[in-house]
């Protein structure tokens, strides 16, 4: 019989007994990185593979104390399950967006199992349970200025030059971090001065060895809600072409053309095939991190402002609407339905307001005429 099973706080199940913590977060660990993992099985089912030794207990355990799957008919069972997903392990409220996330994988897991007639429809579905409410509006207050995001690039430039270009891909293109670290120099069209451009062809995503077929911490997807092959240009702004130029110049490609990959030595020389990868993200948070202490006063440090690089974007596509361009040119450059970018940037849009008087004063200045 299928068995459930679904995580809550301080590491223990609502559908299991309850275990001391440390049981609890090792049982979690097993479950995550063997039995939910099919390259750490070696591609087997769990039935067909043995976990390690050291925990072939605790998943004999988890077998003979999980409820039957259908069990999750009954709505107090569901609600309990449901209301696991909204706090962290330590027991605080998990946020909205990550709520939803998580209702959604297991949404689809039950979706599985009606595809298997192992429900007749989704229970989920039976119980009036109501997820937080999530908001997609970009918090004005990440976003970087021209002048605070120059310091920010001069600071990383001193902490670690060769992600200099990269970060000024995020705030003068644009771009999404992991399309940044998938840009090659043969996407890149960089003239000796003015405008250049950039083609994004794709998008490197840090998923974590463990969760690849060929065991590498990252693989190449095709940009975000675009199809396979699909491609978007993305005008680069004489400022970028100085830095992508200068980039090119001072550090050597990956080996396969690749722009920001790891590096080794002073010189950041990429480390040789097959140890040359994008990137890493840890590189990049560190770096940021670093570089916020260094640009930002003590009380912009406190404050959300350029918190995440993907910050950067923000600002870049926050600037290109503030300057007056089209939406609907904005959303082709950033990888967004026009009706996104409205809702997402909405509070970004400095001056509108004052703007939208202007026009109001304009339309009633007109004498009134009373009608006969």
Known sequence: MARASVGNRNGDDPLLPSRPADESRRVRFILRNWS?????RGGSSVTDASPPDTDVDRLRWVAENSPD?????????????LDALAVKLDGKAAAPATITRKRSAFYSALEYAVELDLFEANPIDKVQWTKPATTDLVDRRVVANPDQA???????????????????????AGLRPSEAKHLRAADCKIPTEGWGELLLVGSTQHTGAGWTDDGEASEDRSLKHRPDKATRPVP????????????IAEF????????????T???GIPLPPPYCNPVSS??????????????????????PLARRPYDLRHAAVSLWLNAGVPASQVAEWAGH???????????CLDGQDEAARHRIEAALSTEYRPTA
């Not at 799957?69 to 399950?81: H, N, T």
């Not at 990383?156 to 970060?167: D, H, K, Q, T």
């Not at 050597?252 to 590096?263: A, N």
Request: aromatic letters at 8%; a positive charge; glycine letters at 4%.
């Open 337 to 347: 339905s026009v009706n996104v970018l409205l809702k997402v940037y909405a509070k």
């Open 252 to 263: 050597r490609l990956g080996p396969d053309g690749r722009l920001f990959v790891s590096r």
């Open 150 to 172: 120059r310091a920010l690039l001069r600071a990383v430039r001193e902490i670690y030059p060769a992600l200099e270009a990269s970060f000024g891909c995020l705030y003068f």
């Open 69 to 81: 799957l259908s069990k999750l008919r009954e709505a107090p069972v569901m609600r309990r399950a």
């Open 236 to 247: 680069a702004c004489p400022e970028l072409v100085e830095l992508l130029r200068r980039h």
């Open 265 to 267: 030595g002073k010189a």
């Open 36 to 40: 939910f993992n099919k390259a750490a």
């Open 282 to 303: 840890n590189t990049y948070a560190r770096v940021w991190a670093k570089a916020r202490v260094q640009a930002l006063g003590e009380t912009q440090l406190a404050s």
